[in-house]
């Protein structure tokens, strides 16, 4: 799995470098058609940006998330990668079974 993890107009996080990797792991044994995540975190106004672009194959998707608290934008665009992973990943799956069951 490659990994990179961006920090634009913030400081580098061991912590948040560490959580986000644990939480591409997480999604990588979830989701082994994912190969590569990369994450960015910004600072916009007072808030905490995170974006999150997965791919690998036959997917591309981003999600993005802002919050007070990294951690919390952190999560929250976390989820919302995996939410659409789980979308296409069953779309996918039933696709295939019904066309076995020839429907």
Do not use: Y
């Not at 920090?7 to 990588?28: G, T």
């Not at 608290?69 to 779309?91: G, I, T």
């Amino acid at each position: 799995m490659s990994f990179r993890m961006h920090f634009q107009d913030l400081e580098h996080s061991d912590f948040l470098h560490s959580k986000c990797e644990d939480l591409s792991q997480s999604l990588r044994n979830e989701f082994p058609e994912t190969t590569r995540f990369e994450v960015t975190m910004t600072q916009v106004g007072d808030e905490r940006a995170t974006q999150v672009h997965v791919t690998g194959r036959d997917i591309d998707f981003v999600s993005s998330a802002s919050s007070k608290s990294a951690r919390e934008s952190v999560n929250d665009a976390f989820d919302r990668v995996r939410k659409q992973l789980r979308k296409h990943h069953d779309k996918v799956i039933f696709n295939r079974r019904r066309e076995a069951r020839g429907s």
